[in-house]
């Protein structure tokens, strides 16, 4: 059975990549940890909890908890609730514990395969890399992305890691 999409964004689109703009983030600070996170719709929040846990979220704004050892995954902006990594059903790429980190939720391309095509094939761009792996570019980061954003700045992070 598929999830439901519902309060998805669908204006994700800017001028330089495909999927997604630029990340704003909350005032509202992480219950976990007291710091700014990045802001989330609650149809990307309640697609990505495991099963149990999709009834709890609401149509709400949530941030993202960017912090690499807090618990939090997304809090909800009005401070009435949270969601662990824990009940998240992907690993959030900046969480000690995330495993696989992905730089592309969308076409499952993670850092050890992004760290080979730069070290190994000389690519040196998101596009490249997800070129490389894949026939078809799968944009759907609205739905993947625990963030609800295009991937391509944490996967630009990445390749400058290994470019340095």
Sequence with gaps: MSKPMLDLPMDTKNHSCTCGGPASHLEEKCPGCGQSGMRVKGGTVRYLLKGEHTKEAESKIYGLCLSPDCKVAWYAQDGSHHFTTQQASVPI??????????????????????????????????????????????????LKNPSGKCCSEAFEEMIAEVVI
């Design 93 to 142: 790429w900046t969480k000690l514990d995330a495993d696989p980190v992905y730089a592309c939720y969308c076409n499952e391309i993670t850092r050890p395969m992004v760290e080979e095509a730069v070290r190994e094939h000389g690519l040196t761009s998101w596009e490249s890399i997800v070129d490389h792996y894949r026939d078809d570019n799968i944009c759907t980061c609205a």
